[in-house]
């Protein structure tokens, strides 16, 4: 279905690029009625693909000036064509997002159709101003940037463990996030960054903490890798419909025996995901004594490389009207056999409270092929509130809701994702393989982070109440 919505589009850009080359020819100036790069293509490009294509950032070429795009313009019009650029993989059915990437048919049409027109620079005058990328910041000026404090070095090849770093963000005083961006100092090495922040009170007896404390307490188990919301409860595993005993149903997560002490996540970075701009009148906390941790994912490359990855910050001016929380929906407990063409996974997890569903993270890592999401409301209504039917791993996209979801208590929300670990998926590294949950981009992961906000209790003596 999808195949062929796609090749519809394509079809449909084909037979536009005709019409206006066709009408080109019999007109009596040509030239200017071709788009031009820098009188329609540019204003196009800087909006929609220059955060990426740029140089130093995760493209690999920048398509900032009409010298870098020339050579690419048949390539242009191919992948904007077939919908693969600009990259976004949720299905158009199923819910509104902000941050969806798409291109209008217009822009796509006009760069089909400077493609097939002989890719024309045109009149120098009318090149709009280049976007300026502050300092290489997406989100404009940081008012703060946090760095690890080494180079820490990658081997060429094997594997390498989790590494945690700590960093002490040295605030005074409550800080709320409104937008952050974290940039690797060696994108091709890392996998992934969760961007954990560890309130300063938050040590209590028993946990493991960083390193220095006593070895007892670093061995005790340390708390969840996401905060669960108070008042959500946690999904009980299922597998394929399995009920799970009891002691498994729990998320398995094999870098919660690591030594660290980490508090809920403030911000990642995964391929395609790095930024993240939070509404208006929405962000995170940041207490005063804040260390965050920086949860990294190495993958080696063939040579050595060394990495220093940063988070640059934004604060918001003043307290927002709504504190962002993060959760996670996942199975722990997933079993994947080996040939598995299409195998399903399920999590679900009940509100407890009345909730503000802001934006959904699908993640899992090669095998992973599709995902989608059903709120089942108390009434017993069901409604498919994300779809991702062509789930790539290289693109980790937080779904961001362009009208936040209010879903009542006792709401169920429902994930399921399906895994290929057939021969059929090129990306599987081995399918002769059982596969479980694990760090490794060999093993397996269903896990999906969730923004969201507590509603405000409205009542005659809480009204306007404070959220913790
Ligand atoms: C979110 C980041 C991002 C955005 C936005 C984006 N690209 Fe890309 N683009 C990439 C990356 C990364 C690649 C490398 C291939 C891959 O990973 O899919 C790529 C590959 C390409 C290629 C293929 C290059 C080749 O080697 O053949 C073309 C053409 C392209 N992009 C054009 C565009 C155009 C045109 C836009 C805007 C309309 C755009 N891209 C927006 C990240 C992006």
Known sequence: ????????????LCAVAVATVSMAGQ???????????????????????TNCHRPGEIAPMSLLTYKDARPWAKSIATQVGKGTMPPWHADPAHGQFLNDRRLSDADKATLV?????????????????????????TIGTPDAIFSMNEDYPIPAAGEVPYQYFEIATNLTEDKWVQAFEVKAGDPKTLHHVIVYARPPAASAPGQGTAAGAPAAARQAP???????????????????????????????????????RIGPAVGGFAPGQFIRVYQEGTAMKLPAGTTLVFQMHYTPYGKPATDRTRIAVKYAKQPPATQLRWASLQNGALHIPPGASDHRVDAEMTLGSDVTLWSMLPHTHVRGKRWTYEAIYPDGKRETILSVPNYDFNWQTDYVFKQPLKLPKGTKLHATAWYDNSIGNRANPDPTKDVWWGDQTWEEMMFTGLTFSIDLVKSSNTAGREER
């Open 1 to 12: 279905m999808i195949e062929s919505t796609t090749k519809q589009v394509a079809l449909a």
């Open 27 to 49: 007109s009596a100036t040509p030239a200017a009625s071709a788009p031009t790069f820098n009188h329609e293509v540019a204003p196009i490009l800087y909006k929609n693909c």
């Open 113 to 137: 159709s400077w493609a097939s027109g002989g890719a024309p620079e045109g009149k120098p005058g009318d090149l709009p101003a280049a976007p300026s990328y502050d300092g290489g910041w």
């Open 222 to 260: 340390p708390p969840p890798l996401f905060d669960f919301a108070p008042n959500m409860e946690i999904p009980a595993g299922q597998t394929g419909g399995r009920p799970l005993p009891p002691e498994e149903r729990k998320p398995a997560f094999k870098n919660q025996r690591g030594p660290v």
